[in-house]
């Protein structure tokens, strides 16, 4: 079987055997900002839309709620069965079983080459690397312009060769964006310096969910949305009600933070971030709805602590086994 044939029949990937190039990826999908597309990922948790679309193709819904359904549902659904159920997973799975694939763009990954000596004197181990030295340089193209190959000797001193090595990285041009071979399905909006209000409507949001008994001053408050509620007194650990005209500056901006997360949410249903544009066929919070949806969110954080946590340890286990400090 020939080497594209090869990478064909293994969805992409190489199988590595002994005098055969090692795995690597060939296709993949990439994402600048990745942390923009968790924020895409909560708001799209807390659609009314987008649950109701979930809802809709496990059969779920009732013949009441099929007939309030909004007139563009079809592009819900679309966007449903692309990005999937965003209930109860942790962003990374998400993002690397669905999302990756949608919100990205498909790219060819630079192929690396190992560091190790340039002869070996075991007959085997050197024929092994000569070969794949011959690889790497007949997939130069798939390296781009972000490779680069040192040689230098170890009989040099470990500074002397430090010193070599930063000399050489000041001369390269580093986090080249891949060369593009195909656009996101769901392209994202540019955000420009909305970034910081993105983030103060979706935890404005997130409040308005854990506390739904409290006035609206009082969740802009939590939220710190307005520079005033940055300096908000707090009686044991709730905000204290200050004057009407206080009151009600904050209600209006909370107000208008929690229009903007909605119209935020029901466009990310549609497939479209970050866009906060009033539109009529945006549906309304369902408060108990709402606080489960923010709840999923915040034990899907909690699960990625957790995870990452472990992995820190058994990464330093390993740098004990192998003697690495």
């Known amino acids: 079987m020939s080497n594209d044939s090869n990478l064909l029949a293994n969805g992409g990937k190489e199988t590595a055997h002994y005098g055969e190039r090692r795995e690597f990826a060939w296709y993949k999908y990439w994402a600048a900002d990745v942390p923009l597309y968790r924020m895409w990922f909560e708001f799209l948790a807390c659609s009314p839309t987008y649950e109701l679309a979930r809802r809709d193709l496990a059969k779920e819904l009732s013949e009441e709620e099929r007939s309030n359904l909004p007139d563009d549902f079809d592009k819900v659904i679309g966007c449903c069965e692309d990005l999937g159920d965003v209930r109860n997973v942790t962003f990374w799975s998400w993002w690397s079983k669905k999302a990756e694939k949608y919100l990205g763009i498909g790219y060819a990954w630079p192929y690396v080459a190992h560091l190790g000596l340039a002869y070996d004197y075991n007959k085997e181990r050197g024929e092994k690397r000569s070969d794949e030295d011959s690889h790497f340089y007949a997939e130069a193209d798939l390296a781009r ?165 472990v992995a820190d340890q058994n990464l330093q286990k390993l740098f004990v086994e192998y003697g690495i400090v």
Not at 168 to 180: C, I, M, Y
Not at 182 to 196: D, E, W
Not at 233 to 252: E, H, Q, Y
Not at 279 to 290: G, H, M, N, Q, T
């Open 145 to 309: 312009k972000t490779s680069q190959i040192l040689v230098f000797s170890t009989a040099l001193k470990r500074k002397d060769v430090l010193q070599r090595i930063k000399k050489e990285l000041n001369k390269l041009e580093f986090d080249q964006t891949p060369s593009e071979v195909s656009k996101p399905a769901y392209p994202m909006i540019k955000i420009g310096k909305r970034r910081s209000a993105l983030q103060k409507y979706l935890l404005t949001l997130k409040f308005r969910a854990r506390y739904p008994g409290e006035e609206l001053w009082s969740i802009g408050v939590r939220a710190s949305l307005t520079a005033a509620a940055k300096t908000w007194p707090f009686d044991n650990g709730t905000p204290r009600k200050l004057g009407d005209k206080d009151c009600i500056a904050m209600s209006i901006a909370t107000s208008r933070a929690l229009l903007r997360a909605r119209m935020i949410s029901e466009h990310a249903a549609r497939g479209v971030f970050p866009t906060h544009a009033q539109f009529d066929e945006a549906k309304k919070y369902v408060p108990d709805d709402l606080s489960r949806r923010v709840q999923e969110i915040d034990d899907m954080f909690a699960n990625e602590v957790v995870r990452d946590e």
